[in-house]
């Protein structure tokens, strides 16, 4: 299983959550998007291609949904 860094996730949240997904590592996915504002959240979505978009928005605590 690939850790994602800190530091990779600052440089690019996008690439940093595919190379998780990828990976499997759900939970380290679910600590990365906990860290991000509600906007920041939303961007990320947005920017990312549709696997990713996919399994962001099953890991997004429910609180956080809009």
């Not at 990828?22 to 939303?42: E, F, H, N």
């Amino acid at each position: 299983m690939v850790q994602v860094t800190e530091s990779q996730f600052q440089k690019d949240p996008i690439l940093a959550l595919s190379q998780a997904i990828d990976s499997g590592s759900l939970y380290q996915i679910r600590q990365m998007i906990k860290t991000l504002p509600t906007a920041g959240i939303a961007h990320l979505i947005e920017s990312s291609p549709p696997k990713t978009r996919s399994v962001l928005w099953q890991l997004i605590d429910k609180d956080s949904e809009g």
